[in-house]
Structures are given as C-alpha cells and as structure tokens.
C-alpha cells in the first residue's frame, strides 16, 4: 500500500529552528509538495521538491532524498505565525497526491 | 501566486435539502480541478477530480449520485451535495492546477467551504 508517515505533533520556541520529516512508499514518484494550514483554512502551498537536493525560499527550506523516501520541512526564525499543520504529500505514478496526515507545530514563546 | 475562490465559504441547511459549492480559478484557466472534503483533526481526502468538459473521476467509496460535480467551463467547477445529511457536514475544499514551468502538478487550493447540516 501506499504510505506517508510524518510526526502528529511538535513543538518548538519562537526564533529557533524546526525540521518536519516525512517519509513515504508509494508506488512511483513524481514528486513531494509540502503545504501549510492554518486552523480552519485551506492548504497554501509551500514547495515542492522532484528532485535530490535543498530548496531554499525565505525561512522555509525543504529537502529531499528519493532513494531514501524520506524529505524535511526546515523552518527557521519561527515566529507564531507559523502555528499550523505541516502536510506532506506525493505525487504517485498515477499522478494522484498522495497525502500525509499532517504535523501540527505549536509555537511557544 | 494563483488564486481559486469558493463560494459560499459557509453554509448551514436543513437535512435533506441540496447545497451547490462553487469554485473558481480567478486568473487562470483549469481543465483539471479536484474536490477535498476535511473532517476535524483530518488530513484531506480526495473526492473526486473534474475535468473541463467530461464526466468527473471519483474515488472508490464517493457517491457519484449524491456529490454531483459539475465542470462546464475552464474557470469553473460545482460541487453539489444532494439530499444533504448530517455526516456530510465537512469542510469542502477545492484545488486546480496551475500551468507553469516545471510546477504543472502544483494544486492551489481554494479557501473551503464549510458546511453544516442540521
């Protein structure tokens, strides 16, 4: 079956720095988005990695392996803004996305 | 970035009674647009995909009958929830895709519509 698994929950300080992993297995790759939610709104998009390698915008960065299935969300500077759920998702052979089930991050000053 | 809109953005009915959701690409043209439906503490969960003149694609375990998806236009696509109940209150968001270099798989969502039946 298909399978992305990413932490229910984390919690870190304003100004410190946060990595969100993700791990997959689906049945092919065509790439992993990372979207961000705000309680009671929808996903806005974040980045989307198709290959090997960092992607560096502003204070998010994000980060891919494939041979690892694995990527991370790298969040710096946090600020409460940033309070939300992380959501991973792939894109299988199929070209369907694949959804994690989202990390919440809590924010403490 | 790209913007999708929804209407209405909150709705609250009778049972049994049908609600029409509306989502709309603003400033660009797209031929394929999905529908999520989110419950509490839930990730999304894909509904159905509408494709600009033909039939929508459902996933295994969707009525077709009762999620009527409607995409007449390349800026346009319906949702309507038919003989509405109360297990159908969710949040519906809706996504399209936007053409561009190197992103054409990137979903832009829509601000969800939330619904209550009652």
């Known amino acids: 079956g298909q399978n992305i698994d990413q932490p229910t929950e984390m919690t870190a300080t304003e100004g410190a720095i946060v990595q969100i992993n993700c791990t997959y297995q689906?049945?092919?790759?065509?790439?992993l988005f990372w979207y961000q939610q705000h309680a009671g709104e929808a996903p806005t998009f974040l980045s989307y990695?198709?290959l090997d390698g960092l992607e560096e915008k502003g204070r998010f960065s994000s980060f891919l392996s494939r041979s690892k299935g694995y990527s991370y969300l790298l969040l710096k500077e946090l600020q409460m803004k940033d309070s939300a759920s992380y959501l991973c998702a792939v894109l299988d052979s199929n070209y369907q996305l694949i959804w994690g089930a989202g990390t919440k991050l809590i924010i403490k000053p | 970035g790209a913007v999708v809109s929804q209407h209405p953005s909150r709705v609250i009915c009778k049972s049994g009674t049908s609600v029409k959701i509306e989502c709309r690409s603003l400033d660009f043209q797209a031929t394929t647009m999905f529908w999520y439906r989110q419950f509490p503490k839930q990730s999304l969960m894909l509904m159905a995909t509408s494709n600009e003149g033909s039939k929508a694609t459902y996933e295994q375990g969707v009525e077709k009958d009762k999620f009527l998806i409607n995409h007449a236009s390349l800026t346009l696509s319906t949702l309507t929830v038919t003989s509405a109940h109360p297990e159908d209150s969710s949040f519906y968001i809706c996504s399209a895709r936007v053409p561009s270099a190197g992103m054409e798989e990137t979903q832009y969502f829509g601000p969800g519509t939330r619904l209550l039946v009652l």
């Open positions: 990695n198709v």
């Open positions: 689906t049945s092919g790759f065509n790439g």
